[in-house]
Structure formats: C-alpha cells, structure tokens
C-alpha cells in the first residue's frame, strides 16, 4: 500500500496532475465550505461579472454545512453532502480557478468534463463521520452570507483532511474502478 500523498493549498497543477482515481490524500491548508445556496451566490457574482469574496485560484471547495461548534472546539460536526447537488454550479466555478472539490457520491458528466478541461480534482470525504472529520478542521471563519446559517460561505483551515481522489484530471473515476 502507497502512503498518501500529502498536498497544500492553494493547488497548483503540477499537484493535480500526480494524482490518480483511487488515490489517499491528506489535504493541509485554507479550503472554502460552501453548499447549494452559497454556490448560486457564487454563481451569480460571477454572471454579473463581480468578483467572488476570495480568490478562487487553485482553492478548494468542500461541500459541506457544519454544525455549531461545542465549546472548546473550532466547529461542530463537518462532513459532506451529496456532491450531485452542486453539479449545476461547479463547471463555472472550475473554469475560474477552482482545483478541487470535495464532497460524497457521484458527479454528472458536465463535472467530469469540466475536471479534464480544467485539469482539477474531485475528492470524496467519508460520509457519516462528520464528527470525525471535524478533527482535521483547525480554524474555521465566516467570509459571506450570514443568513445562509450552516450554508454560509466559509473559510476553514485543514491539517491532513484525509481525502479519496474520485475523479482526477485525466478523466479516472474510482466509481468506475470498483
């Protein structure tokens, strides 16, 4: 078994390119939280030809809406939602810089073709373990859209996020590898 590759953010394309479907990843570095209502905010700064509220280059989006932090901790629960439901959103998001998302489950063919063009990277994060994997969130701060609630947008912090490669850039998918 090959150790996982440890990456930092912000990506950059030489990182995306040595990663395979099926790979272990342990991801450090600044990663954005965003859900359905935040990534349609996105979206529409980016129609209206507003610029988004942080530099989307090389960044991560993790598809995911925590729970309220217990005292003592940085946040509550963080594990993913369902990746599909953000398939109307990410090849936009791609095509301005975006290198990686991370959520649970299968991407529409649009997001598959938009990983290639784009040359970036989709991650599953285990799913049901979000209070397990709130241990590898170490900051956690509002950047957009308060009244959002859970879906606001978000900047976290990860040390070692461990990670599955679902989709990589040259059009692998671990779902079709079994």
């Not at 912000?10 to 390119?17: A, Y």
């Not at 600044?30 to 209502?37: L, S």
């Not at 095509?95 to 990983?115: D, F, S």
Request: net charge positive.
């Amino acid at each position: 078994m090959t150790e996982p590759y440890r990456i930092q953010t912000p990506l950059t394309d030489q990182v995306i390119r040595q990663l395979r479907a099926g790979d272990e990843a342990l991801l450090s570095g600044v990663v954005y939280a965003a859900r359905d209502q935040a990534h349609k905010r996105l979206c529409a700064l980016l129609a209206e030809g507003k610029p988004l509220p942080f530099n989307p280059e090389g960044q991560a989006i993790y598809y995911v809406g925590p729970t309220p932090a217990r005292p003592g901790r940085v946040i509550g629960a963080a594990g993913p939602t369902t990746s599909s439901r953000m398939d109307a959103f990410t090849p936009t998001l791609l095509a301005c810089g975006i290198k990686a998302t991370i959520g649970k489950g299968l991407r529409g063919a649009a997001v598959q073709e938009a990983i290639v063009k784009y040359g970036a990277v989709h991650f599953s994060a285990l799913g049901g373990a979000g209070a397990l994997l709130s241990r590898y969130i170490v900051a956690n701060d509002l950047v957009a859209w308060e009244d959002l609630g859970a879906e606001a947008l978000r900047r976290l912090e990860f040390n070692d996020f461990p990670l599955i490669v679902a989709y990589d850039a040259y059009g692998g998918c671990v779902y079709q590898r079994g």
